[in-house]
């Protein structure tokens, strides 16, 4: 039965690899867990009164982690369906459009109305080039504040973007396990090394790359290894890791070298964990988790927003209320900006990309 299910998730690809189907709903689980980690939390911060828990940032922060992960491996995956003449320029174009469109509506909206989590002096005090880094996605190289704070980790991955074609051609051309892995421990070294060294801030960025790594573990075992638990645990696997990262976590800073290896060693795990687990075969499930990482750029983007309108402008609200207002509001933009805004734009990403071959 194992072999089975490996078989109805992959098929023969090029260089004797396996290219892995597109329907893995086991990742639109993990997107969706990841995406509601973040907003679930924010919403927390929002409720509570009294001082924000680190346990409760951490597990926020857990869930762009495992974004990370997911996001290398589908990308490759993309790559690896994707027939171009110019690979790396087509990636480039689908991703400028899948990513900087909505992002822009969404700090138009937060420059518009003032619903974000960062103080409004701040965002007045970075002047036009703080805004311009922000929709260049470049504020992390520059250091100006986020306008809204989700939007710290989008730099990172997009920065992440310009080497991933590269990387995926490596993978290609050397398709053993051992690649990757020794890609995330030279990575995870390099990065808590630069953590304990005294070396200038801008070599702490070296604490990203071992995250995105276990997304390439996974693409690389992916088909290559016996599904060995069964689908009901997943969800559980992956709620277990996001807890145990926060357990072993000390403190929010991610550039200690305690919390690099905690980080890193988290997200190759995940990356391990994805080809071991059979897919998901509960329809509600599938559905719910489908629906969930389809719209979950917009949810990630305009939960600040969202939080911001129902508790900072309706306070009458009784807690309950509130919670509902948020999922409400929070599940109507999304849903509308995926279909105004995101889907369209990616269709004429598409487009583009194919045409310049």
């Known amino acids: ?38 907003a679930g939390s924010h919403l927390f911060r929002f409720s509570i009164k009294f001082p924000y828990p680190a346990s409760v940032h951490n597990f926020s922060v857990g869930g ?28 480039y174009i689908r991703r400028a459009f899948r990513i900087y469109p909505l992002c822009w509506a969404c700090i138009i909206l937060v420059l518009a109305t003032g619903l974000t989590d960062v103080p409004g002096k701040l965002i007045v005090q970075m002047g036009w080039r703080g805004i311009l880094a922000n929709l260049a996605l470049v504020q992390n190289i520059i250091r100006y504040p986020n306008i809204e704070m989700p939007l710290w980790s989008l730099p990172w991955e997009v920065q992440m973007y310009l080497l991933l074609p590269a990387i995926f051609l490596i993978l290609r051309k050397y398709d053993r396990a051992r690649v990757p892995l020794a890609m995330w421990f030279g990575a995870t070294v390099l990065a808590i090394a630069f953590t304990v060294l005294n070396v200038p801030r801008v070599f702490q960025a070296a ?49 200690t070298p305690r919390n690099v290896a905690v980080n890193a060693a988290t997200c190759l795990l995940l990356g391990l964990a994805i080809p071991l687990f059979a897919e998901v075969r509960s329809p509600w499930l599938r559905y719910l988790a489908h629906q969930l990482a389809k719209y979950s750029y917009g949810i990630y ?10 508790f900072t402008y309706m306070p009458w609200l009784p807690l309950p209320l509130k919670v509902v207002a948020f999922i409400a509001i929070t599940g109507a933009a999304s ?21 310049v071959g």
Not at 73 to 85: E, G, H
Not at 218 to 242: E, K, Y
Not at 301 to 310: E, K, T, Y
Request: proline fraction near 6%.
């Open 335 to 355: 849903v509308m900006a995926y279909h105004l805004i995101e889907n369209p734009l990616i269709q004429v990403g598409r487009s583009i990309a194919k045409k």
């Open 64 to 91: 762009v982690l495992f974004f990370f992960v997911h996001t290398s491996l589908v990308l490759l995956l993309s790559m690896q369906r994707t027939r171009s003449n110019n690979l790396t320029l087509n990636f």
């Open 301 to 310: 983007l305009l939960h600040i927003p969202s939080l911001a309108l129902v």
């Open 207 to 255: 604490v990203f790359p071992p995250m995105f790594i276990g997304g390439m573990v996974a693409f690389r075992l992916l088909g290559q290894v016996r599904v060995r638990f069964p689908s009901f645990a997943w969800p559980l696997a992956i709620l277990g890791l996001m807890l145990a990262r926060c357990v072993f976590m000390r403190g929010v800073l991610i550039t």
């Open 1 to 38: 039965m194992e072999q089975n299910l490996i078989e109805e998730r992959a098929i023969p690809g090029p260089n004797g690899t396996l290219a892995v189907a597109k329907d893995l709903p086991n990742l639109d689980v993990l997107r969706a867990f990841a995406v509601l980690a973040v």
